[in-house]
């Protein structure tokens, strides 16, 4: 049998081996051309597709030795008759299998908070871009660029000078307690919460998370059907430490010490040292989340727990999101000796290194001192533009919407009789971007508000946002039905 090649026709203008080829390759697999079919003589076909005899051949060749044709002696080339088998439409498989994602509430929660208006003014967690130091920082850009060693590989824990840069800034500004082996340098302080859960987690342990808490960390480990316990804050909304005694056994406990995420409760030293006592006691692994311990705007922040002894049972968390930028998407996380090799190996086999170029700047801007001064500058800047805003709400809203006095460092959180959802969305439609307190409960919200990061707002924004908020509020749908 000969295939019928008469609709194959070539374009003039460059290529047209390369559409010979394509044009017979999609025929054979789609089974235009049948398993068994003899492909015209080249010499031939040549002539009447106006192309060079040896561009056939050099075709056929091609085919042949990626296993579409084989050859016979005197008759020349045939499509194998063993290809024809798979049926002409591929279906993926079906999804009624259900997939690892994460809980539906989550996953809805992110979508109004996620996507396109994700860097709107008063998205949470967001710094003032406009006062990074972005002169210094494409200096230094340039001068890693032309280094021949940040072209290459790296280890999966880090690039070395930035991990000692941080083991000198952790210990000077934290109290944290390491050598540089025991610090990894993560996509963000998410891919460390992740890493975590990948190590230490299985799917039927049990985790104790803050309640109200971090979402991302209820997304990294929740995962895989895992059971999530909340546990409850104090009145001073900083973790309560008496509660955890009356809940269930858990392999890991997350918690925002510092600055309790989203409401800002500290936890002073006399409950760190009972937290990591029951910690002892009980053998669970505390997660301590410092995302923004930098923010703090009276006096210095209480150190961290890790580093209360030689060796505590905790697994440090940290980001540059906030202190330089999220799109570098950079983190960290310090974890006990015994463990460096299961997380380095996790890590490699996961997501490999971390860019090498981000990570050489990075450990420059530190060691160039530019690090601790852009600290210095936006700890003063942020607590500025806190008293601005404060000050706004309650002006504006008192009666209404209730500051949570904690909040601070870089959001105001704001709670009301209010339905959260709908206000964030009116909000966000009117080019202010929020989060919803009840999102950020496990469970039954037991309080609804909004989550407003002032960080990335300036003045103009902040009145944009007082009359937004006005008008929003002003409308009856958001208004809460339950009280
Ligand atoms: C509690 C908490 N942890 C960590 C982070 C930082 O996350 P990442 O480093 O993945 O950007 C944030 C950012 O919003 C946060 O709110």
Known sequence: MKAVLSDICLHKGGGLQRQLYQALVERILSGRIPGGAQLPASRQWAADLGVSRNSVSAVYEQLRSEGFLAS??????????????????????????????PPAKLAQAFKSAHGPHANLPFTPGLPDLDAFP???????????ESRICVRGYDEPAGYLPLRRALQAY????????????????????????????????????????????????????GRLGRTLVPVPLTAQQALDIEALEHLPPARVLYCTPTHQYPMGGILEIGQRLALLDWARRTETWIIEDD?????????????????????????????????????????????????????RQMKRFTSGESPLLTQAVTAEFMQGG???????????????????????????????????????????????????????????????????????????ALQHGLVLGFANADDEAMARCVVALGKVLGAKSVDRGET
């Open 291 to 343: 995302y923004d311990s930098e923010f703090h705007f009276v006096g210095k922040p209480v150190a961290a727990l890790q580093g209360l002894f030689d060796e505590t049972p905790v697994l440090y968390v940290g980001s540059f999101s906030k202190t330089l930028m999220p799109g570098l998407r950079l983190g960290y996380l310090v974890v006990p000796d015994g463990l460096i090799d299961n997380f």
């Open 134 to 144: 972005i002169k210094v920082w494409n200096r230094l850009l340039h001068q890693q």
């Open 72 to 101: 016979r002696q005197g008759s020349g080339f045939y499509v194998r008759e063993d290809l024809h088998h798979l049926p002409k439409t591929l279906t993926p498989p079906s999804l009624a299998r259900s997939l690892n994602a």
């Open 370 to 444: 530019h690090f601790i001064s852009h600290l210095r500058k936006m700890r003063h800047h942020y607590h500025g533009k806190w008293q601005r805003f404060h000050h706004l709400l309650e002006t504006h809203f008192a009666g209404r919407l209730q500051p949570v006095a904690e909040s601070a460092g870089m959001h105001l959180v704001v709670t009301g009789e209010i339905d959260d959802l709908a206000v964030v969305q009116g909000l966000s439609e009117l080019g202010i971007g929020s989060t919803p307190l009840s999102a950020h409960y496990v469970g039954k």
């Open 170 to 221: 952790l210990r000077e500004s934290r109290g944290v307690r390491c050598h540089e082996d025991q610090i990894l340098i993560t996509a963000g302080a998410q891919q460390g919460l992740s890493l975590i859960a990948d190590v230490l987690l299985a799917p039927s342990d049990t985790v104790l998370i803050e309640n109200p808490g971090y979402r991302g960390a209820r997304g990294a480990l």
